[in-house]
């Protein structure tokens, strides 16, 4: 694979020299470290919490909605570290063609405006799951363990982190590549990045960790904020 940030430097052409991004250090500083550390809260106390609330009485698979139902029952193992590996990887990929194609200044501030991106996603995912608090496709299913089914991540299905994330990565670094290149290597690098978030989106269904709706309202999400980030720390706009 380590060909690709060749193939992509040889068909995007050159970079803009020009400064692409507006960033400032006393506001996108904070913005990032703010909302990481209220994504990370949540996370710290979840232990503490209950389980699904359902469990309390009976949870019943036909009290999911039926387009979502036919995640319940689904539990592959294959699919969970697929799944793990893409959310992973997208950024990975994202920051090697990067590397590969910017230089200095330019490689940094494409890292932050991504990265920006990827710290209000988290801060809204971890927001979002914690205050609504949706069973997981699991809870519904007898086939699996009580103690897996009452633990209290088992109530923080919606909306999909690892769905979220993928598609903010690989829009973000597709945007922040648009800036700066020209060619046929624009669509390739949105066209790979966006297929692997679907990748991880399907196999959060397959895993059984997600509904459908879960992984299309974080595909949504993350994907309008690498829209967005970018968008407002774009310089042409800017000035």
Known sequence: MRWVPLVILLASGPARADEVFDLQAEVDAPVIATSLAIAILPELVVGQLDGPACLRSRCDRRDVPWFDRWAVGRASPLASIISDVLVLAIPVAGLSIDLATERGVAFWQDAAVVFEAYAIDALLVSLTKFAVRRPRPYVYDPARPMDQ?????AALSFFSGHASLAFTG????????????????????YASGLGLAAVVALCRILAGKHYLSDVLVGAAVGASLGILVPALHDRSAVE
């Open 149 to 153: 089914r009452g633990k209290p991540g």
């Open 170 to 189: 690989a829009t973000a670094f597709a945007e922040v590549f648009r800036r700066r290149h020209d060619g046929v290597a624009v669509p390739v690098v």
